[in-house]
């Protein structure tokens, strides 16, 4: 055990090592907490049930109103669209001083993002096919694929406002805020068509990546500005859902007549504001904590993987769930999550999710190395060999 620990210190020290010294570790923290928070919080909440040869997806918030806490922990999607403004923001700006054209520095940036899409697709289609081939229930085949290319979404829309940083680089936050408000006027308070809340779908995340953007600007220096976004959003969020009917939940609840995320509210939007005040107020704290090598290690390990993690998550819970049925219906995994007994079991299996997912990973992480040409990652140098093939999230 001892050489072991050595080994992982020694490993940890030539990462350490091999960060670029200019490097804001503290982004790169924010953005590991914001896709570890999405992946546990899906694995919390989403529950495959049994029933007989189909699987239906349900969620403990529909049985446990209590735990809607644990959306508030984990739905960090707000932070990453932070870091992300800041990210795009800052690197077009260095592109730019480089004379590197705009399409230049978008197609590197969206082929990062989009590579390990392909691997997915290629390995659910094949897994459709078989599942439609080999007279599967059409509602479980379904099920399934939807769940599976969940994460897509999130790419589009983080895509399309990566295509538009030029134009929204400079955009004040209470532009899009003041957008998501009137949309939700319309939708709760006159009665306009639920359609018209997916321009929230846009607006509702172009508040943080702006805010992402006036952080690459110096604008957000200041702790004042994260106690304001903190107990602002806070207290305007706390309001929205005891005062004016918004869900609890930070996430969807099937079959709920409203949804805080799909599409975004303004409860959602507030709650996110408040994330972000309290991401900008850690950051002295993470860049202490990212100097020691061990910590800086695993954070670098998930941002060099963020891709895969993020988009093969859900088929990791899937491919536990589908190899357990050959066990009958296991608690936490098949049955219903209708009490505390099911959160005690989920919990018992997010280490086996945790392996699966690792599996994964070693299949299908040359797909997020390999992707694109728009230049190497800048999380550590990439002459050195434990590194020298990974890009930047």
């Known amino acids: 055990m001892s050489r072991l620990t050595t080994a992982m210190r020694d490993a940890a020290g030539r990462v350490d090592a091999a960060t670029p010294d200019h490097r804001d570790r503290a982004v790169d923290a924010l953005r590991a907490c914001a896709v570890l928070g999405v992946v546990l919080g899906h694995w919390l909440v989403t529950a495959l049930v049994a029933d007989g040869r189909t699987l239906r997806t349900a969620s403990p918030l529909q049985h446990l109103p209590w735990l809607a806490p644990v959306s508030w922990a984990f739905q960090t999607l707000a932070v990453f669209f932070l870091v992300g403004g800041h990210v795009a923001t800052r690197g077009y700006a260095s592109a730019r001083a480089r004379g590197i054209p705009y399409h230049r520095w978008l197609h590197g940036r969206l082929a990062r993002l989009f590579a390990p899409v392909a691997a997915v697709l290629i390995l659910w289609t094949v897994v459709t096919t078989a599942l439609l081939l080999s007279g599967a229930e059409y509602a479980t085949t379904r099920t399934l694929v939807k769940l599976a290319l969940s994460p897509m979404w999130f790419l589009l829309v983080f895509a399309a406002l990566t295509a538009a940083t030029p134009l929204v680089a400079r955009l004040h936050p209470l532009w899009p805020l003041a957008v998501v408000l009137h949309v939700d006027l319309l939708r709760f308070g006159l009665g306009a068509p639920d359609r018209l809340g997916w321009l929230n779908l846009a607006a509702g995340w172009l508040v943080p990546y702006t805010l992402g953007a006036a952080w690459t600007r110096g604008e957000l220096e200041r702790r004042r500005t994260g106690w304001v976004l903190l107990l602002s959003g806070t207290a305007v969020t706390a309001a929205l859902v005891a005062w004016a009917g918004y869900p609890a ?9 409203v949804s805080n995320l799909n599409p975004p509210t303004l409860a959602a939007v507030t709650f996110g504001l408040a994330q972000c005040g309290l991401a900008l107020l850690l950051r002295d704290r993470l860049r202490t904590a990212m100097r020691r090598p ?15 993690v993020f988009l093969w998550h859900q088929t990791a819970l899937m491919a536990t769930t589908a190899t357990g049925l050959v066990a009958g219906r296991l608690p936490g995994l098949h049955t219903a999550p209708d009490g505390p007994g099911w959160v005690a079991a989920r919990l018992l299996w997010l280490p086996v999710f945790v392996l699966a997912l690792a599996a994964c990973w070693v299949a299908f992480r040359s797909w997020e190395r390999g992707g694109g040409n728009g230049g190497r990652s800048r999380v550590v140098r990439t002459h050195r060999p434990t590194t020298k093939d990974v890009r930047h999230v």
């Open 249 to 257: 939940s930070m996430v969807g609840v099937p079959g709920a007549g």
């Open 294 to 308: 061990v910590a800086w290690a695993a954070v670098a390990l998930v941002n060099l993987s963020a891709m895969t």
